[in-house]
């Protein structure tokens, strides 16, 4: 089992920035992707970038050039710096992990950006 625990959402202006963090716990060894994805009102779960253990990232086509996933594995923490961000950014954002059997899913923490 995997736990994941979200922090760093909040409000902020369109154009800011946030940066959100994850750290896993557990059978942290198994996991070999860790990630990002965001649910807004009224519309499905998105991927929005995802890394791997060796640092492999992947991102949405709506956030590249915008966002930068890190990861730290010394501390089993996954990161999303965002910047410029805007009103169509405002999500619940969950952190994700994967390992061979199954995926874990965060708590999400919201963002909300103001115009």
């Known amino acids: 089992q995997v736990q994941l625990v979200e922090s760093g959402g909040g409000l902020v202006q369109a154009g800011g920035s946030l940066r959100l963090s994850c750290a896993a716990s557990?059978?942290?060894?198994?996991?070999?992707?860790m990630g990002w994805y965001r649910q807004a009102p009224g519309k499905q779960r998105e991927l929005v970038a995802t890394i791997t253990g060796g640092g492999s990232t992947n991102y949405a086509d709506s956030v590249k050039g915008r966002f930068i996933i890190s990861r730290d594995n010394a501390k089993n923490t996954v990161y999303l710096q965002m910047n410029s961000l805007k009103p169509e950014d405002a999500a619940v954002y969950y952190c994700?992990?994967?390992?061979?059997?199954?995926?874990?899913w965060g708590q999400g923490t919201e963002g909300t950006v103001s115009s």
């Open positions: 994700y992990a994967r390992d061979q059997f199954r995926a874990y």
């Open positions: 557990g059978s942290i060894f198994s996991i070999n992707v």
